[in-house]
């Protein structure tokens, strides 16, 4: 399976590292995006691993929780698109700014 990364799924991964410079611990920031992008990475021989995002019920919107953030992607017959990255405790929005 190809992925694909979109612009706001990108802008959530800068928002992370922006978030905790701001908070004067650049490398949580660095460490969070390369484990998330790692466990995106996994997606590309289990597209199924992620459940169904409960505020859409949609089969194909999935999800995979990565504390405290959730990355939630569009799986289609021969690629995922990872939408966006979201902080787990907010409910997802599609149309919301980014993370944090």
Do not use: C
């Not at 928002?15 to 004067?24: N, Q």
């Amino acid at each position: 399976m190809k992925i694909l990364i979109s612009d706001s799924a990108f802008n959530d991964l800068e928002a992370i590292k922006e978030y905790y410079l701001r908070e004067a611990v650049p490398q949580v920031g660095v460490e969070f995006v390369i484990k998330i992008i790692s466990h995106i990475e996994t997606l590309e021989n289990n597209p199924e691993i992620g459940r169904k995002v409960p505020e859409f019920n949609e089969k194909n919107i999935r999800e995979l929780i990565h504390p405290p953030f959730r990355i939630v992607y569009l799986k289609e017959e021969k690629t995922i698109h990872v939408i966006r990255i979201w902080r787990s405790e907010r409910l997802l929005n599609l149309t919301d700014t980014p993370a944090n």
